[in-house]
């Protein structure tokens, strides 16, 4: 299945609040019940060197996933401090409504992130890159890795006739909001294949990245290490 390249989500365009939000609540929903959280999370645990971490999530939103994690290492006696970087205040305005003390919220451009080289331990993307056309997506990798000392962790979407067929069935059977239902089944067709994804990588000066297909989840996961953990 040839990429769409060049194509808009409805979200990718200026919408009502209430909209967006039911939109982004929808995805949050599908990320909980059907394990998109889950491999980002354990992932993350695999690369971990200490009980302390702290995490840059690009293109974080609103904060769900980084609320989890928080909620999550609290849960396993651990501590980490994530950065939600975004592009869109609005969104961070909503994240930021009881945030917890070890969430921060940068207002940035995944192709330009404002920190120093090597200052979080793990950099996380999460349905964020097939947003992005080739040229960008391989600089926001590039920003990344730069700034992660361990390792660099992207959760996409896995572009096959599966994938399209179970997020249709998802967004329609769940009762998604009409924009889930327009953009769930294009953003798999938006998606980066696996093969693509490491001519990216290669594009953007990094490592090989080691990449899992979850099939049945319609998800594929790519690491980028930075460093070999000890």
Avoid: Q
């Avoid at 919408?15 to 929808?26: C, G, H, I, K, T």
């Avoid at 690009?58 to 849960?75: P, Y």
């Avoid at 067929?165 to 889930?180: D, E, F, N, Q």
Wanted: charged share 25%.
């Amino acid at each position: 299945m040839r990429r769409a390249a060049g194509a808009l989500e409805r979200l990718d365009r200026p919408v009502a609040p209430a909209e967006r939000d039911a939109s982004l609540a929808d995805i949050d929903r599908l990320n909980a019940w059907f394990g998109g959280y889950a491999l980002t999370l354990r992932a993350l645990e695999r690369v971990a060197t200490s009980s302390h971490m702290r995490v840059v999530d690009v293109g974080g939103g609103r904060g769900d996933f980084a609320r989890r994690l928080i909620a999550r290492a609290r849960r396993r006696g651990r501590s980490v401090h994530v950065v939600v970087v975004d592009r869109d205040p609005d969104l961070l305005a909503v994240a930021r409504r009881g945030a917890p003390v070890n969430l921060s919220l940068v207002r940035a451009d995944a192709t330009a992130l404002p920190f120093r080289e090597g200052s979080a331990d793990v950099v996380t993307m999460s349905l964020t890159l097939h947003h992005l056309e080739p040229d960008a997506a391989a600089a926001s990798l590039r920003e990344m890795h730069a700034v992660a000392r361990i390792a660099v962790i992207v959760n996409d979407l896995l572009r096959t006739r599966l994938s399209l067929a179970l997020v249709w069935l998802a967004t329609r059977v769940l009762a998604c909001h009409p924009i889930s239902r327009h953009d769930g089944p294009l953003s798999v067709r938006r998606a980066y294949a696996p093969d693509e994804l490491r001519a990216l990588c290669d594009k953007a000066g990094l490592s090989a990245p080691r990449i899992e297909r979850h099939g049945w989840l319609g998800r594929i996961l790519a690491i980028v290490a930075v460093s070999v953990p000890d």
